[in-house]
């Protein structure tokens, strides 16, 4: 059996252990565009402000592509994919032939069209490796740098030029940063710690101009009109599936690659899985694309046995953000946000000076989602919580008490939650690792 398993980041590692679990003797070929082995892709901000050098970037042991077996193919871009001749197509012009393949080619940043950006030198993204050590290896010219975009990534990457000791301006179109992953409360609190570590924090605006003569930046102008003096700018608007190579292919791409509960696109023995694949949402079963980090192993894991001839379902992507700014770790995880607050229970706790922020939303006495802001030690029982419904009706008073935890549970809510695999413990860490 020949796999064939395009990208090379957690999705492709929860199939390459998958895959070895049921076949040791299938050949396992995995492709990738970045000419690192996979890493720790959250790290980059550290690697960016000098917290962490490349070694610790490894996301694996050195030996874990040969002790699996693997052939590794990297710096190599695959452009196209014949589902007919089942060979994907690389942009040297050779072909790879598979049997089953996987695509888990993550995402691309968007980069929307901005007046003054053609030919400008100094104007990055941050999702890589190699972006990270772009910006790092003209550190040393940049005074002042705007980052576009208040999300998780722009925030990370404002992060890591601030640790350089760099004048650093967040723009954020909407009224608070990281507004689709928190509510107002968490994201004021994490503006006031970057405002509290150097780094200025616009909302409610955005950049229309790029200015500076040839290829120099000068500085941003906003829609208020506000100008900002800058020499180098970060895009981090957010990232797209990346599956334009897929066209012409007949594989079926609404918004990512549309996948079913095993992970299989609408082509035979394709599959998908990661930033790049459109999947159920663990609450309503609408397909979308989740990216997020301990989720792209999670479908990894199912892709993979999949294609080695297993039985797993995807449960459902349940949307969790987890992300560490200047020591103060937050987690969100689910419903957050919701559109008619009427029809749900939330409960807050708050001490905006400590930098302390817990939320619980539920609904029908379930668990729906929570926000976490500074202590974050109880989102594994959260999201556990969350996943196999338990009813809330014993907790719902002391969710957000100090001492509510894993001994307020009874033994058949422990045992549903922590027994299968340590599903619990494993997602927690894993949520956790994606901001660390």
Not at 255 to 271: H, L, N, P, W
């Amino acid at each position: 059996m020949n796999y064939v398993i395009v990208g090379n980041s957690v999705a492709a590692v929860g199939a390459i252990r998958a895959i070895r679990e049921r076949d040791q003797q299938g050949n396992i070929t995995v492709i990738s565009r970045e000419k690192h082995n996979v890493y720790g892709r959250p790290l980059i901000s550290y690697l960016l402000g000098g917290l962490i050098n490349e070694k610790r970037m490894a996301y694996l042991p050195d030996d874990f592509y040969a002790q699996n077996r693997i052939n590794l193919l990297l710096a190599s871009e695959v452009v196209g994919v014949d589902t007919k001749a089942k060979k994907v197509k690389l942009a040297g012009g050779d072909a790879i032939a598979y049997d089953k393949l996987l695509l888990a080619t993550g995402g691309d940043p968007f980069i929307p069209p901005i007046e003054g950006m053609s030919g400008k030198d100094r104007i990055f993204t941050f999702t890589t490796w190699e972006d990270a050590a772009k910006l790092k290896g003209i550190a040393p010219d940049i005074n002042r740098a705007v980052v576009i975009g208040g999300g998780l990534i722009g925030l990370k990457a404002a992060e890591g030029l601030n640790l350089l000791d760099k004048s650093v301006t967040v723009v954020e179109l909407a009224d608070r940063v990281l507004s689709s992953a928190f509510d107002r409360p968490a994201g004021k609190i994490v503006a006031r710690k970057m405002k509290a570590n150097g780094i200025d924090v616009i909302t409610e605006d955005t950049v229309v101009r790029i200015e500076g003569d040839g290829a120099e930046i000068s500085g941003v102008t906003l829609k208020s009109g506000d100008f900002i003096p800058c020499d180098t700018v970060v895009v981090a608007i957010g990232v797209r599936p990346a599956a334009t190579f897929l066209k012409g292919s007949g594989i079926e791409v609404n918004r990512g690659i549309v996948v079913d509960a095993t992970m299989q696109t609408s082509g035979k023995d394709i599959y998908a899985a990661g930033d790049v694949a459109e999947a159920a949402d663990f609450f309503s079963g609408q397909k979308n694309p989740m990216p997020i980090w301990p989720d792209a192993y999670i479908q990894g894991d199912i892709a993979g046995a999949a294609m080695a001839g297993g039985t797993k379902e995807y449960a459902g992507g349940l949307a969790m953000n987890s992300i560490e700014f200047f020591k103060v770790s937050t987690i969100s995880m689910g419903v957050t946000n919701p559109k008619d607050p009427a029809q749900y229970e939330i409960h807050t706790y708050q001490d905006i000076q400590n930098y302390q922020y817990r939320k619980v939303v539920l609904q029908d006495n379930l668990l729906v989602g929570a926000v976490l802001v500074g202590n974050v030690d109880r989102a594994g029982i959260f999201s556990g919580l969350i996943r196999e419904k338990v009813d809330m009706t014993p907790f719902r008073e002391s969710l957000l008490t100090p001492d509510f935890g894993f001994l307020q549970l009874s033994k058949e809510i422990r045992n549903r939650l922590f027994a299968p695999q340590g599903k619990v413990a494993d997602n927690g860490r894993a949520a956790r690792a994606a901001g660390h």
